[in-house]
Structure formats: C-alpha cells, structure tokens
C-alpha cells in the first residue's frame, strides 16, 4: 500500500503520521476556501467587467468598487422562501443541486495550483489529490454534473426546465466525445494521466506548452467544448432566457438556486485552471531567484493564467451571440468530434515516426474530403424534393418555417 | 479476524464499497418509481468504483463512472424520462407467459451454479492478471501503462473486434431509427407547426405530472 501511495503522492513516502495528516486536511479546507474566495470574485469580476463592456456601471453599492455583492447576493438568497413545485418529484428535485455541486468541487482538487513545497521536512504538492488516473477524474466528474442538470429539470415538474435539461444533457454528452479525444492528445504526449507529470513535462519553456506542442488545434477544440460543456454562452441554449424562461433550475429559489449558481461559477474557474494545466503548462514561467520567495511564483503565474481565461469566458458572453441549438449540435458531431479524431491520429503518428505522422496526416485529409461529401449529400437529401420538411432556404429560422407550413397549409 | 488480517483502513473501506453497492442494486428493484431505480444503479456503479480503486485498479473505476454512470445510466434515464416509461406497470398481467416460472428457475441455476463454484473451486486473488502473464501488477500510474499495452498488443484482436461489434450496433440502430422517423413524416402531414420534440416533452409531461 505504501509504495502504491509514493508513486501517487511524494506527501505519502515516509508513511501516514499525524502531521501527514494534517498538512493533507489543511490542503483540502484551503482549496475549499480558495475556490469559494475565488468564485466570490469572479461572480463581481464577470458582472463588473460584463457591464464596462455594455457601457454600464455594474454593482457599486456594497462595499468598495461593489466588490461585496456576490455576499449581499448570497445573504438575499438565503433569506428567501424554499419552494418545491407542486408537480415536482420531491426527492429528486432535493438531491439535483448537490449532483451539480460536488463534481464542481472535486474537479479543483486534482488542478496543480503551483510547484512543490517543503512543509516540516515533507514535499507537498501544491494540488489536493494527485490521482493515478488524473485527468480521467475530470471526466468523470463531468459526467456526474450532465444527472444534476438532467434531473433538476425533469423534477422541477415543469415544461421549460425539461426542455432545458433534455438540452442540456445532449449538449454536454455529445461535446464530452471531443473533449475526450482532445485529452487523448495532452495525454498521449505526456505519457501519463497524471495532473501532475501533465504540467511537469510543459515546465522547460513556452515551446513545450501543450499548446504549442499540440499545434494550436486541441486547445481551440478544448476552449470550444469546454465553453460549451459549461453551458455558458455561446453556448447558453439550456438557459436560453428568451426561449427557456431559466433553464433548468427556473424552479428553484432560495439556497438551492445559490447552489447551482456557485456550482456554475466554481465550474467556470475550475475549466478556466484545467485549461491551463492541459495547455498552457499550469504553474509554468520564468521564476526570478528570490530568496524564500520562489514558490510565490509558480502560483502566481497559474493565477494569471487562470484569470486571463476567465476574462476570456466573460468576454465570449459579452461579444457572441447565442448559438442556434441545431447550429451548437452541428459544431459538436459535425466539426468538433472528426477534428478532435483526425488531429488525435496526426498527433499519434508524429509520436511514433514523423513518415507516420504525414502518412497518418494524408489519411485524415481524405477522410476529411470523403466526410465534406457526405455531409453534403446528407443535406441535399434532407432539404431536396424528396424532403418531409418544406425549403425555406440554407438556414432557416423558425418564423420562416412556421411560415412555411402555413403556406403549404393555404395552397 | 478481517480486520488483522487486511488493517482497518481496507476493511472499512470495503464495508462502505459493500454497502453502497448492495443497498443500491436492492434499490433498482425494490423502487417502484423507475428515475429512482436508475438513481440506485448508480450507486451501485459507485460503490464498485470504491472497490476497484481499493483494489488499486484506479483506471478500471475511472471508465467505470466515466462509462457506465456518465453515459449508460444517462441514456437510460433518457428512456426513462422522455418516451413517457415512467408510469407505473401493472404487475399482475404476465406479458409473457410462463415468464415469471422460467426466470425463478434461472435465478435458482445461477445461484446454484455460484455456489458450486465457490466451494469447489480456488479463488485467485492478490494482483496478479493476464497482461503480465502471472506477474504482480505494477501500482500507481504504471497499470494504467500495462493494461493498455496489454490491449494494444496480446489482446488487439478480441480489442478491435469488439469495436466492430459496437460500429455494427451504432449503425443498426440508426437505420432503424431513421427508417421509422421517415414513415413517420409521410404519414402524418403535420398540421399544425409543432415540432416533435416539444409535443415529446409535453406528452411526458403529463405522464409525470401524475
């Protein structure tokens, strides 16, 4: 079991005593506290700087620059009234927030938030687990968060939050399949799951980033899958507030509501922190030689990493409008997922041998040329003569079909 | 005895994975709401993820969650929640008869033949497997290594035939989808310009309203 362990954590090499316990406990309530600090000023932080954007002031009124009225927000929501629909599945309508939430907080503990110290004569890593199956965990935690939302609208009773939920189910499963293969890519030219060993092999320099490494591709795949497995805009169809009232969680209030928000936005920096220990080295950058000082800077740059990602979210919401759900289904199957293939293999191949690699290069781009063809041939059929639906143009809007019909209803 | 022989860590580690799994597999068949059944399964999935990463076999969890709970369980309850299987079934019509007969004998030769099976023959246990021909498996990050290597190589066959297996599902089942949705569409000329998934959920919905 020990030797299990040291391979895992080098906390572990010297056995489990007290004070092993201890610095481990410590590590937990400090994530803890840091993604809740943290999810406190990136809910200002996106309202602050969303409204600069929209040439609006923002919260001011709770202290300095409003920078308390995440707090005023949250003392509100707990003071409102608990509601469960009359139609709801009780139980299930109870449990959906925390199937949401929890993910969201296991997800940070395998994020290296910054280089190895030493604590009493032992090496801590600067992340709460490092699991042997590293990244597999963010995974599978993703997979978890799809029953939160799945099963919060369909308790809810109502008919809006069941759109949303069925929605936003078949949204985060299918950008899972390219978010998946865009992993296998990090995960190939690491050599292992490991968080850890992930940004280790990206810490000689900016030319072994991921990113750089990769070519620039897995990481535009992973920002775009990963926008969208959050549900934020671009990507926002499950809360579609013109079409969808709220979403999934429209019919919750008070505290449970809370907790979906947190969730959402503790999500948001924990995909921000992933992306960068998958592509941008994690705690990675020039350390200057300080004495005492020189663990401050690897968390310091994976902080401005992380928050140079999180404003790029906030900027997405402010300058994008929102995909059509069709448009955000055809982007995920049709685009994303044979990409994600393709660049995989390529990548494979470059690892094996580069004559692989171009071999395995030229394959994708037939594959590629066979699969433009068929998707047009796929849409001539559903669109041509023999089509059920009436032909309203490449893309049409709802209004242009409903039209449609009528026409069609008329003659 | 347990307890000196494995160290209480291991036992109550295994107490809880037991736990976990027996109450939720009696749960997929003791609740008579199905979301709730499905619910229980993936506790079961769960606990036996605890099991496997006690057994330090941490990839095999990780697929387990990522696959049977991230995906299986949210395509049944799929099933589940939008084609309206959540009413309640009478039970006293036997669909099929002698059914209900047949499938007590079943139960009765599966566990019958277990328990032939535990008392005659040796368990192997410790971590030994296939991939290092009776060699210990190596901890930590390296299994990971070795069962992929073991897949890619030794077991590429059987690996690449099951691909074809599931290739040949995935495209049997969308024929069929397709073909049914097409009937579908000539038979009924919609009227009114309602698209089919809203009448699917409000349909559901009233199912579940109940």
């Known amino acids: ?411 | 005895m347990i307890a000196i022989a494995y160290g209480w860590p291991d036992v109550l580690v295994f107490a809880t994975a037991a736990i976990l799994i027996v109450v939720g597999a009696l749960g997929v068949i003791a609740t008579r709401h199905p979301v709730h059944a499905a619910l229980s399964l993936i506790m079961t999935l769960f606990g036996v993820a605890v099991a496997f990463v006690a057994q330090s076999a941490d990839f095999l969890a990780a697929v387990e969650i990522i696959v049977y709970a991230g995906a299986i369980v949210v395509l049944f309850l799929f099933v589940i929640m939008f084609l309206g299987v959540d009413r309640d079934e009478g039970t006293r019509v036997e669909p099929l008869v002698g059914q209900r007969a047949l499938a007590a004998l079943g139960v009765v030769i599966t566990v019958a033949g277990l328990i032939t099976l535990m008392a005659r023959s040796h368990w192997v246990t410790g971590a030994t497997s296939v991939s290092t021909a009776g060699a210990p498996l190596a901890s930590g990050s390296g299994n990971v290594r070795q069962l992929g290597t073991a897949v890619f190589t030794t077991y590429l066959f059987a690996f690449e035939a099951t691909a074809a297996l599931l290739i040949i599902a995935v495209v049997g089942a969308v024929v069929l989808a397709r073909r049914e949705q097409r009937r579908d569409a000539e038979e009924d000329t919609p009227d009114t310009p309602d698209t089919p998934d809203t009448s699917a959920a409000s349909s559901d919905l009233e199912g579940s309203e109940r």
Do not use: C
């Open chain 1, 1 to 411: 079991m020990n030797a299990l362990l040291a391979t895992v954590d080098p906390l572990y090499q010297h056995g489990v005593t007290w004070a092993v316990v201890l610095i481990v406990v410590i590590r937990v309530v400090a994530a803890f506290a840091v993604l809740m600090g943290s999810v406190i000023i990136m809910i200002w932080f996106e309202r602050k700087a969303i409204s600069d954007m929209q040439s609006r002031i923002g919260p001011q009124r709770w202290g300095p620059f409003g920078l308390l009225q995440t707090l005023a927000d949250g003392a509100k929501l707990f003071f409102k009234e608990d509601l469960i629909p009359a139609g709801a599945n009780r139980l299930v309508f109870k449990l959906a927030p925390y199937l949401v939430l929890v993910p969201a907080l296991i997800t940070f503990a395998i994020v290296p938030v910054g280089g190895t110290l030493h604590i009493a004569g032992h090496p801590v890593l600067l992340q709460v687990a490092n699991p042997p199956v590293g990244i597999l965990l963010m995974l599978a935690m993703s997979g978890i968060s799809v029953y939160g939302v799945m099963l919060a609208g369909w308790a809810s009773g109502s008919k809006y939050p069941l759109m949303s939920s069925v929605r936003a189910s078949a949204q985060m499963i299918s950008y899972e399949a390219a978010l998946g293969m865009t992993i296998v890519t990090v995960i190939l030219v690491t050599g292992s799951l490991s968080t850890h060993d992930i940004v280790t092999s990206q810490g000689q320099g900016i030319w072994h980033w991921n990113l750089i490494r990769l070519g620039i591709v897995p990481f535009v795949i992973f920002i775009i899958a990963i926008t969208a497995e959050l549900n934020r805009p671009p990507f926002d169809v499950v809360e579609a507030d013109s079409e969808l009232v709220g979403g999934f969680h429209t019919e919750y209030s008070s505290l449970r509501f809370a907790l979906f928000y947190l969730a959402e936005f503790m999500n948001t920096i924990t995909m921000s922190a992933m992306m960068v220990t998958l592509f941008l080295g994690g705690p990675a950058g020039w350390v200057p030689n300080v004495a005492h000082l020189r663990w401050l800077f690897p968390i310091a740059w994976f902080v401005v990493k992380t928050v140079g990602f999180a404003f790029a979210y906030v900027w997405f919401r402010a300058a994008l409008p929102r995909f059509r759900y069709d448009q955000v289904m055809d982007l995920g199957w049709k685009r994303l997922i044979p990409l994600s293939l393709g660049w995989m293999i390529m990548v494979a191949g470059f690892l094996v041998a580069p004559a692989w690699g171009f071999a395995m290069a030229a394959a994708v781009l037939v594959a590629w040329i066979l699969l433009t063809r068929a998707f047009e041939l796929g849409t001539a059929r559903e669109r041509g003569a023999d089509s059920p639906l009436p032909v309203v143009g490449e893309r049409p809007l709802p209004g242009e079909v409903l039209r449609a019909w009528t026409d069609r209803e008329a003659q």
